[in-house]
């Protein structure tokens, strides 16, 4: 299962910059992976971690700006076509339990 969260975060001010960096850095440190700018996504193993990711996202929240939050299967999310550009990760994204560098 994977979770997809969109943002939209003011950054007007240096307080708004701030918001922005801590969350964005929140986001990195708690396993998300960034698939656009602004759009990031976390593989979950099991589903019941789908709601704890969810509390902990509300619990860092900053305090303006617009977060969005979808969960989608492996299938739905594995069938995303890319209309320009491909993707290119460096970063191990399987669901795999062993993974063998």
Do not use: W
Request: no cysteine; hydrophobic share 40%.
């Amino acid at each position: 299962m994977r979770v997809l969260l969109f943002f939209d975060l003011p950054t007007i001010t240096t307080e708004d910059k701030r918001n922005y960096s801590r969350f964005r850095k929140f986001l990195i440190q708690n396993g998300f992976i960034m698939l656009q700018e602004s759009v990031y996504t976390r593989m979950l193993i099991t589903p019941s971690a789908e709601q704890s990711v969810y509390n902990l996202i509300k619990a860092n929240k900053p305090p303006s700006g617009i977060i969005q939050l979808i969960s989608l299967t492996e299938k739905q999310f594995s069938r995303m076509e890319y209309i320009v550009g491909e993707h290119n990760s460096e970063v191990i994204d399987t669901d795999e339990r062993l993974v063998i560098i």
